[in-house]
């Protein structure tokens, strides 16, 4: 984005230093829903 000028360098800077907040929760074999129906 900076290349392109969307966004300034001290922008990317300041979320570059930013934590990413992630909420991942991965779905086993009998979660979410069914790919197969028979």
């Known amino acids: 984005m900076v290349r392109n000028g969307k966004m ?3 922008t990317k800077d300041s979320l570059r230093e ?3 907040k992630l909420n991942f929760s991965p ?3 009998n979660d ?3 790919d197969l129906f028979p």
């Open 8 to 10: 300034t360098e001290a």
């Open 18 to 20: 930013q934590p990413i």
């Open 27 to 29: 779905e086993g074999h």
């Open 32 to 34: 979410g829903m069914g």
